[in-house]
């Protein structure tokens, strides 16, 4: 009976440690680079994605967020671009008003990303 209790309490033990883990954003992606607006007018806003994910809190895309609107009366888009486990980069695509769920990238809550060097550059 002792066993089973163990065993238990172990396993409980466990999952109680693991949900701050995964909260703090061990995902597979390491965020390079951050940009809002749309192909025409864009501005960088990796380090403010980095002070709102500091924060963690629900983020929602939107120009009050991000402090900028570059192209009123158009609708924007955030693209987040992060290189994976494999070395290649890809783009995560959120579009305004949307929320965004940084538990997919590594280092979220920390704000412990790549540096923005390693970014190819491109909207």
């Given at each position: 009976?002792?066993?089973?209790?163990?065993?238990?309490f172990?396993?409980?033990?466990?999952?109680?440690?693991a949900?701050p883990?995964?909260?703090?954003?061990?995902?597979?992606?390491?965020?390079?680079?951050?940009?809002?607006?749309?192909?025409?007018?864009?501005?960088?806003?990796?380090?403010?994605l980095?002070?709102?994910?500091?924060?963690d809190r629900?983020l929602?895309?939107?120009n009050?967020?991000f402090?900028v609107?570059p192209?009123?009366?158009?609708?924007?888009t955030?693209?987040?671009y992060?290189?994976?486990?494999?070395?290649?980069?890809?783009?995560f695509?959120y579009?305004?008003?949307?929320?965004?769920?940084g538990?997919?990238?590594?280092?979220?809550?920390?704000?412990?990303?790549?540096?923005?060097?390693e970014?190819?550059?491109r909207?």
């Open positions: 009976m002792f066993k089973l209790r163990f065993t238990v172990l396993v409980l033990a466990l999952s109680l440690l949900i883990l995964a909260a703090q954003g061990h995902g597979q992606y390491v965020i390079l680079s951050a940009q809002y607006g749309h192909d025409r007018k864009h501005v960088d806003v990796t380090d403010r980095r002070e709102l994910a500091r924060a629900p929602r895309v939107s009050a967020d402090g609107d192209d009123p009366g158009v609708r924007k955030l693209r987040i992060a290189r994976g486990p494999n070395g290649q980069e890809r783009m695509e579009r305004e008003g949307s929320v965004i769920d538990g997919q990238f590594r280092g979220w809550r920390g704000g412990d990303w790549g540096r923005r060097e970014w190819s550059g909207w």
